[in-house]
């Protein structure tokens, strides 16, 4: 299975002369107080030693954690997109996958910050818990999803795409990269790492959190991840000293947190996964934090941290039910949905969107099919020899939002066939 060859992961080759098993590994930004990021340079560094320092148990029995790092992708200017996987010495059969996306808007830089210092907290955790937490869960992460917009501190791609508005037509080989690992390790919880930048003078928490809002993900998965991103991401954000609130809550609607089926949030619900967001504010909160960029960055990168922690918590202790809701939500897409929403949101009116009954198919034209084409090979959606798209196959939600002329972002006009008539 591809998830083997994904989770087993490649090495980097040998770790570089410093660091190693004598000092604790820190980050570019550690060494710096948080004064400046770390570099990618930096983080290479920084995998290579925890890769390199964990080949055997010490002498106390403790025993190390595996980190691995493998590409997944590369850029639009050929930087590579790597995912590293921290897992136990040793695990219970199937343990929960937690996959963090860490800093798809290349001007956001504390979550992938957080992401490394989590990664390197991990591998060095020598107590019962760290080690009980890593036999249940294996964390997946994607620290540097927009490799291209990082160096160049801008939110878009190098292409100028919004990484987080292609996850339905996957056009940019970074959503390409993401789409990858969403199908090839299946993780049971996603949780996307950003920041915002509203005015001062806007009332908003410092921190947010939000579940998917997208009306076609099933019920039972959106209620977990209300309760991961409420109870669990909230309350741990509340208890060390920030206001926390829902994303897009805010009186000014400058922020968004829709149902839009082209975020990760949704994309990753709609591919069965418990999915939040989270949102640090990345302008000054104090006085203090005005004059002191260190203190700054340090404060945005701890609030993802915490927040990152709550997940690992809840995937340690809440795994039985998070499988079981996966599997039954897998078990009612198999074939295919009963109705698909083409707009609205759990926080709108229901009558605010009507549910589409879908047809049987969507029949393409050669011209159109040649367009989708590689979109709906990423989703895995079949499509017969006569180019007929049937909703009735697990990813048939997918192939509505992406074929149905009334779909917002459909990227073909399929021609809808009712049921009935194809067989005519
Ligand atoms: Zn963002």
């Known amino acids: 299975m591809l998830l083997v060859a994904l989770v087993a992961g490649v090495a980097l080759g040998p770790a570089p002369a410093s660091g190693g098993r004598g000092g604790r590994i820190t980050t570019g930004f550690e060494r710096r107080g948080g ?11 920084l995998l290579r030693e ?5 080949p055997s148990p010490d002498r106390v029995g403790w025993e190390p954690a595996r980190v691995t790092v493998t590409r997944v992708g590369g850029s639009a200017r050929g930087r590579d997109v790597e995912l590293i996987t921290v897992s136990g010495a040793r695990t219970v059969p199937e343990p929960i996958r937690v996959l963090f996306v860490c800093g798809q808007h290349g001007d956001e830089p504390a979550g992938r910050e957080a992401c490394l210092k989590l990664v390197r907290d991990l591998a060095d955790d020598r107590s019962a818990a760290g080690r009980r937490l890593l036999e249940r869960v294996t964390v997946l992460v994607l620290p540097t999803p927009n490799p291209d917009g990082l160096a160049a501190g801008t939110r878009a791609t190098a292409e100028g795409v919004d990484l987080n508005r292609d996850h339905l037509a996957v056009a940019s080989p970074e959503a390409r990269a993401v789409r990858r690992v969403l199908r090839e390790t299946r993780p049971h919880i996603v949780h996307d790492l950003h920041e915002f930048d509203v005015p ?15 009306l076609n993900v099933d019920p039972e998965l959106r209620g977990l991840a209300v309760e991961l991103a409420r109870d669990r991401i909230g309350s741990a954000l509340r208890a060390a000293g920030w206001a926390s609130d829902v994303y897009g809550a805010d009186p000014t609607g400058r922020l968004g947190g829709d149902g839009d089926e082209r975020l990760l949030r949704n994309a990753a619900a709609l591919d069965h996964a418990v999915a939040v967001l989270v949102e640090v504010d990345a302008n000054p909160t ?3 934090e005005r004059d002191d960029a260190a203190l700054l960055h340090r404060r ?7 927040a990152a922690r709550a997940t690992l918590r809840m995937a340690a202790e809440r795994g039985e039910a998070v499988t079981s809701a996966i599997r039954a939500s897998r078990a009612r897409a198999e074939h295919g949905p009963e109705r698909v929403y083409l707009d609205g949101a759990d926080n709108l009116p229901a009558t605010w969107a009507a549910p589409l ?11 159109q099919y040649a367009t989708a084409r590689a979109t709906l090979a990423e989703h895995g959606i079949r499509v017969s020899p006569d180019l007929r798209v049937r909703t009735a196959q697990p990813a048939g939600v997918r192939a509505t939002l992406l074929l149905d002329p009334r779909a917002r972002f459909a990227i073909a006009d399929g021609t809808p066939e009712p049921c009935g008539e194809e067989e005519a």
């Open 35 to 45: 004064l400046s990021w770390t570099t990618a340079a930096e983080e290479r560094d």
């Open 50 to 54: 925890l890769i390199a320092a964990a």
């Open 200 to 214: 001062t003078d806007a009332s908003v928490a410092p921190t947010l959190y939000l579940w998917p809002r997208n």
């Open 286 to 288: 104090s006085a203090l």
């Open 300 to 306: 945005r990168v701890g609030a993802h941290l915490v």
């Open 357 to 367: 009954e879908p047809p049987c198919a969507y029949r393409l034209t050669p011209a």
